[in-house]
């Protein structure tokens, strides 16, 4: 599943092409994804000129000079394709630029969606509801620490929970919390300020990381591109039970916390 690095990187990906670009054509090739595609978003796009692109959390934002703000969420499966040689039946949404790019949103699983917001409103949309503050480009520790504080979950819950932190998702979590050698089983509410600080570091550096290195390939992501997301190749414990952790004190366990998977070492994580 696309994680935030993932989306940053299509953003950055993507800016180039269409910012400032007048969008010339638009087809929306099927009725829905996880949701029906807005009413009138070919009329609403085309002619306007992009404006800016930006990220928040998991979604991405693409603002017009209309007033409009076409909100993406790539969901399981999506990406973005620029100038593909073919048209897919996978590829569910086409921008064409006054410039002559095409870009290609697709998405085989159909868990993502697209919306069509007011600008002005954005800061009310649906999905921003309640969403914690953005990691990046670094965590204020003591604002984080003081939205754990009192939380009797596991610390690796918490820090899904996007009213804590906007955007981290399962991958970026189980890294940040080895390099801070915090027990994804601990409970939020007990870490000391020290550690909290060493968390917040960590959570910065593994996203700026990933966002360096294009994200991560799992499963159908790639960049707009093209090209394949390589910082899963640098990953410490996610996907490693078995092998031997990093620092050379034990090896790599896997369990299942809220349903997902945890990878972490047992021995250097307290």
């Known amino acids: 599943m696309p994680e935030l690095p993932e989306v940053e990187t299509t953003v950055r990906g993507l800016a180039p092409v269409l910012e400032g670009q007048r969008i010339a054509r638009v ?14 978003l070919g009329q609403r796009l085309t002619g306007a000129t992009v404006t800016r692109l930006w990220r928040r959390a998991k979604y991405g934002l693409i603002d017009t000079d209309r007033g409009d703000t076409l909100v993406f969420h790539l969901g399981m499966s ?16 086409l921008l064409e630029t006054g410039a002559g790019r095409r870009l290609a949103l697709n998405d085989p699983r159909r868990f993502g969606f697209v919306d069509l917001e007011p600008t002005s409103e954005i800061g009310d949309y649906a999905g921003f509801e309640g969403m914690g503050p953005e990691p990046l480009p670094e965590v204020d520790a003591k604002a984080l620490k003081a939205r754990l504080a009192g939380k009797g979950t596991a610390i690796k819950l918490a820090l899904l ?20 050698r915090i027990a994804p089983g601990r409970k939020a509410g007990s870490i000391g300020t020290g550690r909290v600080e060493a968390l917040g570091q960590a959570i910065g550096e593994v996203l700026t ?4 290195a294009g994200g991560s390939t799992l499963r159908d992501y790639a960049q707009p591109d093209g090209e394949l997301g390589y910082f899963s ?13 990093r620092r050379g004190c034990g090896s790599i366990r896997r ?16």
């Open 27 to 40: 087809e929306v090739r099927r009725p829905d994804m996880r949701k029906p595609f807005p009413d009138g």
């Open 255 to 270: 369990r299942v916390q809220g349903g997902r998977s945890t990878f972490y070492c047992p021995t250097c994580q307290r």
């Open 233 to 245: 190749k640098s990953f410490d414990v996610y996907g490693r039970e078995g092998e031997p952790c």
């Open 78 to 93: 999506g990406s973005w394709r620029i100038d593909p040689h073919e048209i897919g039946k996978h590829d569910h949404l």
């Open 161 to 180: 929970d996007q009213r804590v932190i906007a955007g981290l998702g399962n991958i970026y979590v189980c890294e940040a919390l080895w390099r801070s």
């Open 209 to 212: 990381e990933a966002v360096a």
